[in-house]
């Protein structure tokens, strides 16, 4: 698919953005519905500082859902085509069992202590360094882990954004 640009995000009607869109944030296509309003946008910064302030305006339990809608890290699951890009390019679809288990351990001791999954933009980590992050991050205090892990969403937001937009 060829990148579109910010003119046509903005002469787009709310289905086609949300279309374009609606998968920026983790199967949360509300966060594109809600910032459709405020077209037209400047650049994709503006955009994506439109749908960060969507998502920071939020109710707690609606980013804790948010939150929720992403894999597990390393997980063998059914994800979207951007989550199995994304963890592939860290080659966690090549986990050695060893890894695989590791991450399965880490994974239930973060969900257990957060009652959300890890997440971190993880396009390009290594499977060493993700592994690093999970474990120091699981000592964290829930306010914390939260704040980080919507933070990161974020920065995952941004980066399929810029898969799909011309700067």
Do not use: C
């Amino acid at each position: 698919m060829s990148k579109r640009t910010i003119t046509d995000v903005n002469r787009s009607d709310r289905e086609r953005f949300v279309d374009l869109l609606g998968g920026v944030y983790e199967h949360s296509p509300w966060v594109a519905e809600r910032a459709w309003s405020d077209r037209p946008f400047e650049s994709v910064d503006d955009l994506h500082e439109t749908m960060k302030r969507v998502v920071e305006a939020a109710d707690r339990d609606r980013q804790l859902e948010l939150l929720r809608a992403h894999p597990d890290l390393g997980e063998q699951t059914e994800m979207t085509d951007a989550s199995v890009e994304e963890q592939a390019s860290a080659g966690l679809d090549q986990l050695t069992p060893e890894q695989y288990e590791a991450f399965q351990r880490l994974n239930d001791r973060y969900q257990d202590s957060f009652g959300f999954p890890f997440i971190m933009a993880v396009r390009d980590e290594s499977p060493d360094a993700i592994r690093a992050a999970m474990e120091e991050r699981v000592e964290h205090a829930r306010p914390e882990e939260f704040r980080t892990a919507i933070d990161e969403v974020h920065t995952i937001a941004r980066l399929r954004l810029d898969e799909i937009l011309e700067p």
